[in-house]
């Protein structure tokens, strides 16, 4: 008699245990607002879509997208700060709402106070790229080319006060250049004067200027990285061409307001970091564009939410840079 039970006793104790770890992970058992600081069909939704497809069939529950664009962010992390604290609500934002933006314009909230880094689901790095007229092959030869044109040409940027901005500013110093710095608000405009041969330069985010680079409408000429991109393995990175200070990169991820109890964030971070591990996920975000995602905990990418805001405290700093340039 005691033999026949424990075949269902071992099940109903799998089941239990099975139970337990879902709970672990499912934060909640109702419907989850995911805040979106940008308009649909940007990079940051569709990211933030990839993300809520994947965390709904995880968690089992519906993880709705809410856009919220506008105001360097603040629209939507006000949004995020009056909901209550209790995990309902999260935010998948790109980095630079947290490390550059707030140098350069005039928010409502502190970002290292207000908002708390959850978990990353990518990371987007940077590329130097030039349209079809530029009349160079590698870097060497694009400085030789804006050097033999002083005051003629620009680098664009996809918005001032960011890490394109930061990146020009700081080639132009290092290179010797006088190159005049055009800012956009977003890439495809930038991009579109770039490939028209109207400005010389940019640096653009890899999963933007990447299908360019490929159908030949762009040069590629180094990866703002101390490593080689994955998805552009024969550009060479900056640093081995002697800029080693030219290192940006944005990561792609959640966040919570301060006030939601560290218990839940931990349970956040974990459904994120499995949704991004995801291959069905991981897939789609490496073809488009992005870097292979590195699993933090949210106090490790509070840290270096941290170290990346001072850092573009002192390059904002030093090069003077402010929203109007």
């Not at 879509?49 to 519906?62: E, N, V």
């Not at 680098?155 to 132009?172: C, E, K, L, R, V």
């Amino acid at each position: 008699m005691n033999f026949s039970f424990r075949p269902i006793c071992r099940t109903l104790m799998a089941l239990a245990l099975g139970a337990v770890a879902h709970g672990a992970m499912a934060w909640t058992d109702k419907p989850v607002k995911m805040i979106v600081p940008a308009p649909a069909g940007g990079t940051m939704d569709v990211v933030a879509r990839i993300l809520a497809d994947q965390m709904s069939a995880d968690i089992g529950q519906p993880v709705i997208v809410d856009n919220k664009p506008g105001a360097g962010g603040a629209i939507a992390v006000q949004a995020m700060m009056a909901a209550p604290a209790d995990g309902q609500t999260i935010m998948v934002t790109a980095s630079n709402i947290l490390t550059e933006i707030p140098h350069v314009m005039k928010t409502s909230f502190d970002p290292l106070k207000d908002v708390r880094p959850v978990a990353t689901v990518a990371r987007a790095g940077m590329v130097l790229v030039a349209g079809p007229s530029v009349q160079a092959t590698d870097l060497k030869g694009l400085i030789a080319y804006v050097k033999a044109n002083p005051g003629k040409l620009s680098f664009a940027s996809y918005s001032a006060g960011t890490s394109s901005q930061y990146a020009g500013m700081i080639f132009n110093q290092k290179a010797g250049l006088d190159l005049q710095h055009i800012p956009f608000a977003g890439s495809p405009p930038a991009l579109t004067q770039v490939m028209g041969g109207q400005i010389a330069v940019m640096f653009d985010g890899i999963v933007t200027s990447m299908p360019q680079i490929k159908g030949g409408k762009l040069k590629a000429f180094g990866v703002a990285s101390k490593t080689r991109s994955a998805q552009l393995p024969d550009v060479p990175t900056l640093a081995e061409l002697g800029f080693p200070d030219i290192e940006f990169s944005n990561w792609v991820g959640t966040v919570v307001a301060s006030g939601v109890p560290a218990a839940i964030v931990d349970k956040i971070n974990a459904a994120t970091l499995k949704a991004a591990a995801a291959p069905k996920m991981h897939d789609r975000l490496v073809a488009a564009g992005f870097e292979p995602n590195t699993s933090l905990t949210s106090a490790q990418l509070a840290a270096s939410v941290k170290a990346e805001f001072d850092r573009n405290a002192v390059i904002v700093k030093t090069f003077n840079i402010q929203l109007n340039q």
